[in-house]
């Protein structure tokens, strides 16, 4: 066991190193992760001491010419099919399952299914493109229609374009702009002003707009200045230290700095006119692989990808 111990040791101190960009998830060890799953490892737990997915852990082993089926080897005898389907049974999600269980949605999924619990299958629209298009012809908007025929805007999209439908112009004139600006000054959100006249919430948002108005993203941080963000930027503080400051993700910042008028700095390396393109296809026809030649290179995987494969 104190051997198993050191080889985790050592794979976290790889995985914490700061390793070329071109390495990914090479260094993981087959044998090693054989022998942590016979001890009991999860796939999910092997994957996150190696700092990557389980489709990245089972790709690594596959290229290295094991058959890796974390699902197969392991089983979590430990939750059982009727704690589950009675969890289900008294409203419990799949989600809120799984997290309860530290596994995945797949194996609750799988558990409800050996319980007997039978999944809806994806509804079926009933009605022909030329129901949608004699009630879009009558007048009603898209989301009308959907809530009507108890679908999808876009599959009522679809059947007006199989139907040869021209849509007409998204903007509504029958929408008092004072009303839905007061509404939204008083505290009323987008989606709430959207319901009350029977709109989607873009439309909204474009007349908020055009009003002069700041309509907050979706999920936006208020939290985040960015004043602040563009000080320690300009402070030379490294990105990640201030995506992990903030608590949220990169665009979030990238965002900030884009309104604090800072360009950031362009990532890559190499620009592709600048690459030998005929023996990059010449290695490639003779078997090397993309992230082979991305590593020679010393550029992105999706360079090479569109050298090698032009659309």
Known sequence: MKGLEAKIKKVLELASAKRPRDSRFSYIDPELVLELTEAGVI?????????CGTRTLSYQMKRKGYEYDGRAVFRREDISVGEVVESYKKGAKITELARKHNTTQY????????????????????????VFAGIYLKGLSQISISRILNCSIPTV???????????????????????????????????????????????IRRILCANGYLVRRRHGRDDIPVDKVCKMYKDNVPFEDIVA???????TIYARLHEGGIETKRKG???????PMRRIRNQHKKGMTISELSREYNCCWTTIKNIVKPK
């Open 43 to 51: 796939p999910r737990d092997i994957a996150r001491i190696y700092g």
């Open 157 to 203: 999209l679809s059947r007006l374009e199989d139907a040869g439908v021209c849509l007409r112009p998204y903007e509504r004139e029958d929408i008092p702009e004072d009303e839905v600006c007061s509404m939204f000054k008083k505290g009323s959100k987008v989606n709430r002003i959207a319901r009350t006249y029977d709109t989607a919430p873009a439309v």
């Open 107 to 130: 194996t609750i999924r799988s558990r409800l299914e050996e319980g007997g619990i039978k999944f809806q299958k994806k509804k079926e629209v009933k009605y022909g493109p030329e």
């Open 269 to 275: 390396g190499i620009k592709t006119p600048n690459l």
């Open 245 to 251: 400051r903030f608590g949220c993700s990169e665009g």
